[in-house]
């Protein structure tokens, strides 16, 4: 576990209609109007906690993206302080990012203003981080 300062980060996004549970179909929904998936960075954002939170599956944005004409609103990743840990092959016990998360949040007064990030830096290593002052 790591104490980071991390810089804004512009996002496309699109929108779960049930929370965490719907992560699934959001991916679905940005990936398929991506021409490739290759080079890009991938992020969940999540609002709160659950069972009301809220969910978005995100995509950095580069040169030549066009948000609009693919349909999708764009957000910037506020920066700042936050405390991250590694999940190593988390496609295999998918639970284990809930259980960071928690660690992470019992460990760590969270800043309720900016959301939980997901970062995924490949197939088998994603980046939990919480917000903190």
Known sequence: ???????????????????????????????????????RKFYDLIFGVPPNEKYWACVGLVP?????????????????????????DWHTDITAIGKTFQKLVSLHTPDPSRPNIEFYRSMKEVLCRVPID
């Open 1 to 39: 576990m790591i104490t980071s300062d991390l810089p804004s980060i512009k996002v496309m996004y699109a929108k779960s209609e049930s929370g965490i549970s719907g992560s699934r179909v959001a991916f679905d929904k940005l990936e398929a109007k991506l021409s490739s998936l290759k080079g």
């Open 64 to 88: 030549g993206d066009d948000p609009d004409n693919l349909g999708f609103n764009t957000y910037t990743i506020p920066g700042g302080k936050y405390i991250q840990e590694k999940v190593k």
